[in-house]
């Protein structure tokens, strides 16, 4: 069993829709929690940081971690064509430096 | 503020051959990351840098090797390839902030081998 688990996809939503990724761990060390946006044939690009539990909203983005389930989810709202991409999960057990480990990343692609 | 920057973008060489891969971080960031993207594995961490020292190395063998220069520009390099080495070889500059840390990706060096 990996680390991380995160669904492949491909999730195709219409433009407007709410769309959910989602991810489980098994490490109960993990305290930060990323997600990454990669478009194709493009570098990663971070999201959004959260340590600990809880929600944080950035825009259009919310991302919720469950640290009793080992569950992390980012939602985007009205999503747009140009949300379409990899989007990446993280987690990682120090904040002193940055040692991701990733999930394999969902596709998404939101259609017009 | 230019971003991370790699090169070469694109490589193609022989099973057997070494090659050298380098990483500009952003202006001000002494972290350095690299990693691996596969199809088959995703984003594996090889090791990270800072102020020119390994800080953290990630389950690779030691045919993948770094060094950090006092300018905090990175090399990697990879001794003895396989054909499992090709892959999409990612560098990532962090910096810790206030309020929040940032780190930021180069558009990776695709590695071919042959």
């Known amino acids: 069993q990996k680390e991380v688990e995160q669904d492949p996809g491909p999730l195709s939503v219409p433009e407007g829709a709410i769309v959910s990724l989602n991810c489980t761990y098994s490490n109960s060390a993990f305290q930060y929690f990323m997600w990454y946006r990669q478009y194709s044939r493009k570098g990663p690009e971070l999201l959004m940081y959260t340590y600990s539990s809880g929600n944080k909203e950035d825009g259009r983005f919310t991302a919720q971690v469950d640290k009793s389930s080992k569950y992390i989810s980012l939602f985007i709202r009205d999503s747009q064509p140009s949300d379409s991409a990899t989007y990446l999960c993280?987690?990682?057990?120090?904040?002193?430096?940055?040692?991701?480990?990733f999930g394999r990343g969902t596709s998404l692609i939101v259609h017009p | 503020k230019a971003g991370v920057t790699q090169t070469p973008r694109y490589l193609i060489k022989t099973r057997g051959q070494q090659v050298t891969l380098s990483c500009s971080p952003i202006?001000?960031?002494?972290?350095v990351s690299w990693y691996q993207q596969t199809p088959g594995q995703g984003l594996q961490f090889l090791f990270e840098?800072?102020?020119?020292?390994?800080?953290n190395k990630g389950n690779f063998p030691g045919r993948f090797s770094g060094r950090q220069f006092s300018n905090s520009r990175s090399e990697m390099n990879v001794s003895t390839l396989e054909l499992g080495d090709s892959a999409l070889y990612l560098c990532a500059s962090f910096h810790r902030g206030n309020p929040t840390d940032t780190q930021y990706f180069g558009p990776g060096t695709r590695l071919t081998v042959l």
């Open positions: 840098y800072f102020s020119e020292t390994q800080r």
């Open positions: 202006s001000g960031h002494r972290s």
């Open positions: 993280a987690m990682s057990a120090s904040g002193g430096s940055y040692i991701p480990t």
